[in-house]
T-cell receptor
Framework: DAKTTQPNSMESNEEEPVHLPCNHS???????IHWYRQLPSQGPEYVIH???SNVNNRMASLAIAEDRKSSTLILHRATLRDAAVYYC?????????????FGTGTRLKVLA | GAGVSQSPSNKVTEKGKDVELRCDPI?????LYWYRQSLGQGLEFLIY????????KSGLPSDRFSAERTGGSVSTLTIQRTQQEDSAVYLC?????????????FGPGTRLTVL
């Protein structure tokens, strides 16, 4: 499985944008990029996913590099409720492997 | 609608005892996953069920761990002869019939403590 690399932790001030990076230099052409987050004492929840083009939804934006070797999850205005561990995961739907391989993620701290 | 539920929410057991953890997936979801999360760590994949296909057991750490899914719905994860290193949060997730993005919906987890 292609692996991802994320910083262990990041801090942001409330109401400011946050850019969470993810490196995936061994990504294959058919790997989708998924982001999940895990709030304290909860199971992970889906945030966003993409393949090649940048994506936006109500929670966040996903910016994917042209060579797809990296991506960035963008929270446009961080709130205290966004404090969580953010996981960047690759999955190839054509591989027959349907499990996600979670790394240790990035722990985001939001300062009031 | 109802999300993924797990029971019990907390389980304390003595070393050597067997435990059963239950997962009720979202109705209509054909895929079900079990993960383990040790303190301060990421999620470790354990096992995956998809419909009537043979489960992917590649993540089970030892033969003390087993899981079944009855009637394509409820799943039970069984740990025999528990050890202290089995202490962790056990998370269950389900997802609808497979598509390219296969969003997984997670339950709240069962916190297992082995004394």
């Amino acid at each position: 499985d292609a692996k991802t690399t994320q910083p262990n932790s990041m801090e942001s001030n409330e109401e400011e944008p946050v850019h969470l990076p993810c490196n995936h230099s061994t990504i294959s052409g058919t790997d989708y990029i998924h982001w999940y987050r895990q709030l304290p004492s909860q199971g992970p929840e889906y945030v966003i996913h993409g393949l090649t083009s940048n994506v936006n939804n109500r929670m966040a934006s996903l910016a994917i590099a042209e060579d797809r070797k990296s991506s960035t999850l963008i929270l446009h205005r961080a709130t205290l409720r966004d404090a969580a561990v953010y996981y960047c995961i690759l999955r190839d739907p054509s591989s027959g492997t349907y499990k996600y391989i979670f790394g240790t993620g990035t722990r985001l701290k939001v300062l009031a | 609608g109802a999300g993924v539920s797990q029971s019990p929410s907390n389980k304390v057991t003595e070393k050597g005892k067997d435990v059963e953890l239950r997962c009720d997936p979202i109705s209509g979801h054909t895929a079900l996953y079990w993960y383990r999360q040790s303190l301060g760590q990421g999620l470790e994949f354990l096992i995956y069920f998809q419909g009537n296909s043979a489960p992917d057991k590649s993540g089970l750490p030892s033969d003390r761990f087993s899981a079944e899914r009855t009637g394509g719905s409820v799943s039970t994860l069984t740990i025999q002869r528990t050890q202290q290193e089995d202490s962790a949060v056990y998370l269950c997730a389900s997802s609808p019939p497979l598509g390219p993005y296969n969003e997984q919906f997670f339950g709240p987890g069962t916190r297992l403590t082995v004394l």
